[in-house]
Structures are given as C-alpha cells and as structure tokens.
C-alpha cells in the first residue's frame, strides 16, 4: 500500500486536472496524476507541422476512419487526417443514446486541452445569480466576487488575448494585447453601437500575443490556426505545455498515463474516499492507489461515470449521491443557428495570418429593461473573411488562368452564430448501461437529453437578431440559418454532479466537495449549477485553482 500512496490523486488531465495538478503540487502535496488514455508531451504532435498536400486521401477521412469514429465525426470537423489522433475510436469506447447525444472525446495526457476551442470567458454576477431570481435549477453557492481573483489567478498565467470592454454581462479579465480586427468586422462594430447600442469585440481567446515570463517554453502565436493539431510553439494554452510541464518542474508528480479510474474506494468507519480503482488500459491489470484527498476532473461525463459506478452501502446509488441529483441536469450550449451575408466594398483591404479566433457579440437579451418569452440570453461568435482560391475548385480555368485568379482574393463574407444558455432540467440525464460494455468490460454511459421551451424560443431570437444586425449594416444576400441538433453538439456539457447550497438538492458544496465525503473534489464541468451562455473552460479552471487551495488549507488544519 505505501508504494501505492500518495498526499492527493488527480484523475483527468485536461483544463481542470491540469490545473489541480500544479496547484497541489506547488503547494508541496505529492500528486498522483491518473489518465486514461496514452501519453503525450509538449511538442509531440503528429501533424503540428505537415503541410496539407501531404496528408493521404486530401486530408479527408476514410471509410474505416468514419466506421470507427463516425460518432466524433459529427461535429464536421474533428475527424480528418490531420487531427483524427486525438478522438476516441467510437468502437472500443462506445455508449448509448436514448435520444441522440454529440459526446466528443478525447483520451490522452491533456484531453481536450489540446483540440479545445480557446475561448475564455468569464461567467457574470448576472449568470451566477439567476437560478435563484428566475427559479431554474438551484442557486449557486458562491457568487462572482468568489470566483474573480481566481480567474485573475488562471489569466495571468496561461495568458488571454482580448479586449476590455467594461460590460457587467460580460467581466473584464486579465488580458494580453487584443488580436486585430478586420476592417468588415471593425464596421460591424461600429453599425452594432451606433444602432444597436451593442458591443462587438474580438474574442477572448487563450492565445498568447506576449510571453510569458513563468512559461520560457511557450512562445506567441504564430497566426496559423492549425490549433487542433497541437500547437509545438505552446502559443495556446494547454495542459501539455503549460500547467503539467509546471507541476513536473517542483519533482511532486508522478503522471500516470494509460490508468482507466472506474470507482472510488470509501470507507464506511471513517466516512473517507481512501483511493481509487484502476484498469491499466495496456495489460488490463487491477490496481488500486490511495491518498488523503481525491480530485476528480475527468470531464463531466468521466467524473459522473466514475461517480456512478461508486456504488457501496453507504451509496447505493453512487458515490455522493444522497440528493439523487447525480448525473442529471445536463446543460449544453445550444447553437447551429444565426446568420450570414455578403459584404459588398472593402475589396482593397485584406488581413494579415490565419487569426486563431473569431469575433464575439456578447449577450443583450433579458438584461436590464429588455424582457423575452424566455429567460437566460445567448451571445454570438463569428468572423468575416475573403474567399479564397478553394472558390475556384467548380471553376473550369486552366494554366495561366487558373493561376491568375487563384491569385486573387475573393468576396468578403461575415457570419455569426449564437451560443445560448440551456436550463438545468432534472430529466436531462445520463445513467449506467449495464447491458452493454466497452473494451475494458466497464458498463457505458446511456444519454436521455433535449431541448426544451426555452431554448426553441430561445432560438427564434437567436437567429432573427443575427439577421436583423447583418441588414442594418448593409450587408447582401442575408442567408439565416437554424439547423436541429441534439445536445452535446456545443462540447460543453456541464451539470451533473452540481454544486450547491443544500445536500438535498444538489451533489457537492461551495468549495466543490462532495457534500457526503469532503475529501473528495470535483472540479470539472459537472460541478456546475448553470451553464451561462459564454464558453465554460475558463470557469473550470478558476474553480479548480480555488478549490486546490482550500484543499490544502483544510489539510493543514487537520479537516481532511
């Protein structure tokens, strides 16, 4: 058992187990850090750097690419020849949709810090105080002047490229110098103020545009937007090149990989988690390995997995859940519905690079004075851009020609899409699939979540707006756009095993421990009460932090 111990045990290591990693070991604690799939290091990214003309088949999938990972295909752009790598195989790691449910994963050292979009938000005192003033889900038991140095503390050091707006819906954080704006886009913003009296801003992104002094081995972005790939110059934040390379550096972590956690192990007489089970992916070997305290950031679905299939006699129903909220309340980001139009002038105007982020039009309904059929809001995410010679793939020009107009730039074209806010259902779930198994005879997770009233109304707005806004600057051929998905498409589920004020409702407490065993932690999307209509990765990531901290101030005093 002592070979097998350590002070804490962090299972997951994308955004949220990157950053308990560092904290905890900083803090003097020797961490083990458990993940499931393969290991990566900085700068081992396979197509970092390849050129597309040489990518097989174009770049495209094949057929058995689409056979095993037709699931994590469906978001259109995940499964290619270039970043394929980094997503499940859909057969061994396979799970069942009772209605259907987009569950993109990926399962190696980093997780999704690696394909993760970048974008860095941070939630308002609008967002955290809703539950409680419109009576959706339960109220959050912390509010934002909780979570502000914490933000502080995860933007200075992975670094956030963006633009102080001085906006209550959407908090200014700690940023770098802004990218630039298009010239398209820099006219939007001005049509939306004037207007509209609405802001338009360029997006907070986790790409740095100054070094970092604390992380010699990331440098600034180089405008390529190959970011899905890996980035080999650590430009964007990732668990690879920033927080695990930090919690390598202070000799406390042992990292772990290809170690599958499926339960955690509580002792009824001490009313304590004392350590987890594994399955080495690569031997299938049983293994067991203990410590004083248990983060659990093995992404929402990971963590209500390894909760759910806890169950003992003092949880029968799984582990910390006595409130019979435990992998209920799923919340995604619904969006697939907006806007696009031409842009007729500014045709001697181009950009520089390949920007590796887009513009954003933060949240403006039910704010203040403004009042909807439907509670909540959604922002816009979008960009304007110049078509480019893969406009000329229909074109029957040859030789000379072709060469000529390849040479030239084409139309300019802006789109924006809507992110909006999803409620807290309770019968929004996912439960155990017992009758069916994966590749390591461990039960799957069988997903049971839609859409409601709210967010079909929701949508109405969402895509009448983005017309409106593109019309009023003048904009041609206004094409709007409303597609039926299924949840999970945003990949950002969130809301399973939430945070709260009272055990009875909710699954784990103000510092995200588990109400019924507070030496357990879960700091990933589960933990969340609402889901606000901004990316959430920056949240987890501030709530981890701070509920390291606490973890081991409560250690020092003897609590845990």
């Not at 604690?29 to 990566?40: A, F």
């Not at 004075?369 to 000329?392: H, I, M, N």
Request: proline fraction near 4%; charge should be neutral.
């Amino acid at each position: 058992m002592n070979d097998n111990t350590y002070d804490a045990i962090v299972v997951g290591t994308g955004v949220s187990g990157g950053w308990a990693a560092k904290e905890l070991t900083e803090k003097g604690l020797k961490t083990l850090v458990l993940e499931r799939g393969r290991d990566v290091r900085h700068g081992e990214y396979p197509t970092a750097t390849t050129d597309p003309w040489q990518f097989e088949y174009g770049g495209r999938p094949t057929q058995q690419d689409l056979e095993r990972q037709g699931v994590q295909a469906r978001t259109g752009y995940t499964i290619t020849q270039a970043s394929k790598h980094w997503f499940v195989d859909d057969i061994d790691n396979p799970y069942t949709e009772i209605k259907r449910f987009d569950w993109m994963r990926g399962y190696h050292v980093g997780g999704r810090s690696l394909m993760w979009a970048r974008q860095s938000y941070r939630l308002s005192q609008i967002d955290l105080e809703a539950n409680a003033k419109d009576g959706h889900g339960v109220d959050w038991p912390i509010r934002y002047e909780d979570l502000a140095p914490w933000y502080d503390h995860v933007e200075s050091f992975i670094g956030v490229s963006g633009q102080a707006e001085g906006l209550l819906q959407l908090p200014d954080g700690k940023f770098q110098r802004p990218m630039e704006m298009s010239c398209v886009e820099t006219h939007l913003r001005q049509v939306l103020e004037e207007k509209f009296g609405r802001c338009l801003t360029i997006g907070r992104v986790a790409n740095m545009t100054e070094l970092l002094p604390h992380s010699p081995q990331r440098g600034t972005c180089q405008n390529r937007n190959q970011c899905i790939r890996g980035c080999p110059y650590g430009a964007y934040f990732s668990s690879n090149s920033s927080t695990l390379p930090a919690a390598e550096k202070t000799g406390n972590m042992t990292l772990r990989p290809n170690s599958i956690v499926h339960e955690v192990i509580f002792d009824e007489k001490s009313n304590r988690a004392t350590g987890v089970r594994v399955i080495d992916a690569q031997t299938n070997q049983q293994l067991e390995f203990f410590g004083k305290i248990i983060f659990l950031c093995a992404s929402t679905f990971g963590s209500t997995f390894i909760m759910m299939n806890s169950a003992s006699g003092r949880f029968p129903n799984g582990f910390g859940n006595d409130s019979g909220e435990l992998g209920c309340n799923i919340m995604d980001h619904h969006l697939a519905a907006g806007a696009s139009a031409d842009v007729e002038g500014f045709e001697d105007r181009y950009y520089h690079g390949r920007r590796p982020t887009g513009i954003y039009i933060p949240r403006f309904r039910n704010i203040g004075k403004d009042s909807r059929d439907y509670v909540r809001g959604f922002g816009y995410q979008g960009r304007a851009t110049r078509l480019g010679w893969t406009d000329l793939l229909k074109e029957e020009a040859l030789g000379a020609e072709l060469k000529s107009r390849a040479a030239q730039p084409g139309a300019w074209h802006m789109s924006i899409g809507a992110f909006g806010e999803m409620l807290p259902y309770h019968q929004n779930r996912v439960t155990l699939d017992r009758t069916r198994r994966d590749k390591w005879g461990l039960p799957v997770l069988a997903f049971d979540a839609e859409l409601q009233d709210n967010e079909y109304r929701m949508r109405k707005d969402m895509v009448s707006d983005a017309v409106e806004m593109l019309e009023a600057a003048g904009y041609k051929n206004v094409q709007a756009r409303d597609e039926k998905i299924g949840v999970g498409l945003g990949i950002h589920e969130m809301g399973t095993a939430r945070m709260g004020k009272d055990p009875k409702s909710s699954v784990l407490n103000a510092w995200n421990q588990v109400h019924a065993c507070k030496n357990v932690f879960v700091t990933d999307g589960s933990c969340m009460a609402s889901s606000g209509c901004v990316n959430p990765s920056l949240t987890y990531m501030a709530l981890t932090a701070r509920a390291a901290n606490h973890a081991v101030e409560e250690l020092k005093r003897l609590n845990l």
